[in-house]
């Protein structure tokens, strides 16, 4: 299962390598990332190794230009939970909408943890130019952390000649256009991406199951020829 997480962790990572700003938690604590029109967009980890660590206590702030908002859009999420069904007690990530002495938690106020399954699929899109990331972790039980696509965004009208008009009413720059990553909430920036798994759906779900049996049945067979190697190899 470990290994599992990881190869998807790693495909992520090699998707991300399209991005100009790369940023840690760990390393970013207290600093103030500025998104600007030659700069509109970055990719913020929980940190540079595999696991993050034990007793963080973070705020990353994401600022936009005067009239452009922030979208916060989430490739990974593995938080370490705490024992109760809150965040409270467990490693949480809480995201602020504003500036901290004025604004409102975009996030559950205790936080986010737990898996991809616990975070908003479309992300969070801020209302202000600013946004807070509060990253905090306990003394114990850690995990992979997560992967944030955050780029600029504005209300429609769009302006056409800068920037991209998505399906869901948001305007980005229209660089972000076919990045290969989620830069509307809907995937809408990225058509061939959807055509993809389109056509991978349109096959059917028969088809679908019928290529991962064969993938496993062929994985199967491969790890039993090579535990019967071992065995000859060992006999003789
Ligand atoms: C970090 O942000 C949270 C809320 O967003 C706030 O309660 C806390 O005081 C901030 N910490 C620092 C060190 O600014
Ligand atoms: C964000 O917008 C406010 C006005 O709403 C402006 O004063 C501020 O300079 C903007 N922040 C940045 C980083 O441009």
């Known amino acids: 299962m470990a290994s599992l997480v990881l190869v998807v962790i790693v495909t992520l990572a090699c998707i991300q390598v399209q991005v100009k700003a790369w940023y840690f938690m760990d390393s970013e604590c207290g600093e103030v990332i500025s998104l600007t029109a030659s700069d509109p967009d970055g990719v913020l980890y929980t940190s540079a190794s595999l696991y993050y660590e034990d007793n963080m206590n973070c705020n990353v702030t994401?600022?936009?230009p005067e009239g452009q908002k922030i979208l916060l859009i989430f490739v990974s999420f593995e938080v370490d939970t705490g024992s109760t069904s809150t965040c409270s007690d467990a490693d949480a990530l809480s995201i602020w909408d504003g500036s901290l002495d004025s604004g409102s938690w975009l996030s559950p106020t205790d936080g986010l943890c737990g898996d991809l399954l616990n975070v908003p699929s479309y992300g969070y899109a801020t209302s202000t130019n600013e946004t807070v990331l509060y990253w905090t972790t306990d003394n114990s039980d850690n995990s992979y952390g997560f992967?944030?696509?955050f780029n600029l965004y504005t209300s429609t009208p769009c302006d056409a000649t800068t920037e991209f008009?998505?399906?869901n009413d948001r305007c980005i720059p229209s660089e972000l256009k076919n990045n290969l990553r989620d830069n509307c909430g809907d995937?809408?920036?990225?058509?061939?991406?959807l055509s993809f798994f389109g056509k991978f759906l349109a096959m059917g779900l028969g088809i679908v199951i019928g290529i991962i049996v064969a993938i496993v049945i062929v994985?199967?067979?491969c790890v039993v020829g090579c535990i019967c190697c071992c065995v000859k190899c060992g006999k003789k």
């Open 219 to 221: 994985c199967i067979c």
């Open 165 to 167: 008009a998505c399906s």
């Open 147 to 149: 992967i944030i696509n």
């Open 62 to 64: 994401i600022t936009a």
């Open 187 to 193: 995937l809408s920036d990225e058509p061939e991406v």
